[in-house]
T-cell receptor, first 114, second 115 residues
Framework: AQSVTQPDIHITVSEGASLELRCNYS??????LFWYVQSPGQGLQLLLK??????LVQGIKGFEAEFKRSQSSFNLRKPSVHWSDAAEYFC????????????FGAGTQVVVTP | ETGVTQTPRHLVMGMTNKKSLKCEQH?????MYWYKQSAKKPLELMFV???????ENNSVPSRFSPECPNSSHLFLHLHTLQPEDSALYLC??????????????FGPGTRLTVL
């Protein structure tokens, strides 16, 4: 069965510093992969997605993610965080043989300090 | 209104009450979803509808009853809930079910508290 693991439950980063959030997946083939962000009291917003082609994906708000098949990873990065990036981040997987079911990781809470 | 809207945003109910959550999407999508988000747990898919037909019911207790009268509206009827049902209930939509890379668009959620 497929699974998504976000090893870091909580990350604290200084404003202006770089950020990397880890995501590992388990699936027998190449899945569709997504990163969503959830601000307090809000729903989930898609940051970026990968389904084929270039393994470095650019998203909104200055985020990017790199798909590494050999490591079964899809880590999210941002070179310089802003206070508004404080939120919870979810990695999600959809298998290529399913009709739409997204499997989410447990999420990583990001705190940004001045 | 644009995107996916949910009402109410907050709901407090007793265990014997009956209430309904409403979701509306203005995106012309054919698929709609209910998720439950509890503290410290991954999002749980509850129900999936495609063209108003239920595609999946993920072993959800019968005290949760979904309804999809048309492709733009989705309801979740609640009856005799338990305190452990307190959570954020998120609605989402996507263009259809067939293309796996289609993203799901989420509403802001309804924060439900069961007393």
């Amino acid at each position: 069965a497929q699974s998504v693991t976000q090893p870091d439950i909580h990350i604290t980063v200084s404003e202006g510093a770089s950020l990397e959030l880890r995501c590992n997946y388990s699936y027998g083939a190449t899945p569709y992969l997504f990163w969503y962000v959830q601000s307090p009291g809000q729903g989930l917003q898609l940051l970026l997605k990968y389904f084929s082609g270039d393994t470095l994906v650019q998203g909104i708000k200055g985020f990017e993610a790199e798909f590494k098949r050999s490591q079964s990873s899809f880590n999210l990065r941002k070179p310089s965080v802003h206070w508004s990036d404080a939120a919870e981040y979810f990695c999600a997987l959809r298998t290529t043989d399913s009709w739409g079911k997204l499997q989410f990781g447990a999420g990583t809470q990001v705190v940004v300090t001045p | 209104e644009t995107g996916v809207t949910q009402t109410p945003r907050h709901l407090v109910m007793g265990m014997t009450n009956k209430k309904s959550l409403k979701c509306e999407q203005h995106l012309g999508h054919n698929a709609m979803y209910w998720y439950k988000q509890s503290a410290k747990k991954p999002l749980e898919l509850m129900f999936v509808y495609s063209l108003e037909e239920r595609v999946e019911n993920n072993s959800v207790p019968s005290r949760f009853s979904p309804e999809c009268p048309n492709s733009s509206h989705l309801f979740l009827h609640l009856h005799t809930l338990q305190p452990e049902d307190s959570a954020l209930y998120l609605c989402a939509s996507s263009p259809d079910l067939a293309a796996g890379h289609n993203e799901q668009f989420f509403g802001p959620g309804t924060r439900l508290t069961v007393l």
